[in-house]
């Protein structure tokens, strides 16, 4: 089963707008990474928050990540139509020790209306 | 240019015929992974390796092998395909498990299994 659950799975917002996306995971993890995906094409890193870590910030995106609900919010300011993608939240469970997997949620389709 | 290539980047074969998919990285990267991409299901990985010589399982390693002889190269051998293996595959590399930093992912290969 999918460690990582986003929500929403879709979501369209006019540009200029801020869009939040967000992970629940079940187990307790290492660190927690997002990416991004335009259509068909390779994952990109964005930003990974380690467990000891509540907020992060890279440009216009900002991670939260709350250890106690086992959530993670990924919020995208001032939205661009080059925006438009799909994002995957990525956990490294603490359980991982001597197996290095990342286990990938089934992703947000975000659509920026221009 | 950093990266992680992918040959063939679309390929459809016959049931039964045994394919290679091929998975090089430039960045001297000890871990290399493989996952599929199905509609609905996010990304599941296949195969991890963490350094020469050193493969292991990953959620679905049924129907594939891989081998890792060289530190650069990472290929995905299908044996017999069936069309259940119909997906879009992904390659990744990191320098170190994935409790570091970022993945680097290829731009993926489309098969069709018919």
């Known amino acids: 089963s999918q460690q990582g659950e986003e929500d929403p799975q879709a979501l369209s917002i006019q540009e200029g707008e801020n869009a939040t996306m967000n992970c629940s995971y079940k187990t307790s993890i290492n660190n927690l990474q997002w990416y991004r995906q335009n259509s068909g094409r390779g994952l990109v890193h964005l930003i990974l928050?380690?467990?000891?870590?509540r907020e992060k910030h890279s440009g216009r995106l900002r991670v939260t990540l709350d250890t106690s609900k086992k959530s993670s919010s990924l919020l995208i300011t001032a939205s661009r139509a080059a925006d438009t993608a799909s994002y995957f939240c990525a956990t490294d469970p603490l359980s991982n020790f001597g197996n290095e997997k990342l286990t990938f949620g089934t992703g947000t389709s975000l659509t920026i209306i221009p | 240019e950093a990266q992680v290539t992918q040959n063939p980047r679309y390929l459809i074969t016959v049931t039964g015929k045994k394919l290679t998919v091929t998975c090089s990285q430039n960045m001297n990267h000890e871990y290399m992974s493989w996952y599929r991409q199905d509609p609905g299901l996010g990304l599941r990985q296949i195969y991890y390796s963490m350094n020469v010589e050193v493969t292991d399982k990953g959620d679905v390693p049924e129907g594939y092998k891989v081998s890792r002889k060289e530190k650069r190269n990472f290929p995905l051998i299908l044996e017999s395909p069936s069309p259940n293996q119909t997906s879009l595959y992904f390659c990744?590399?990191?320098?170190?498990?994935?409790?570091?930093?970022?993945?680097?992912f290829g731009p993926g290969t489309r098969l069709l299994v018919l």
């Open positions: 928050i380690r467990s000891n870590e």
């Open positions: 990744a590399s990191s320098s170190w498990g994935t409790s570091q930093e970022t993945q680097y």
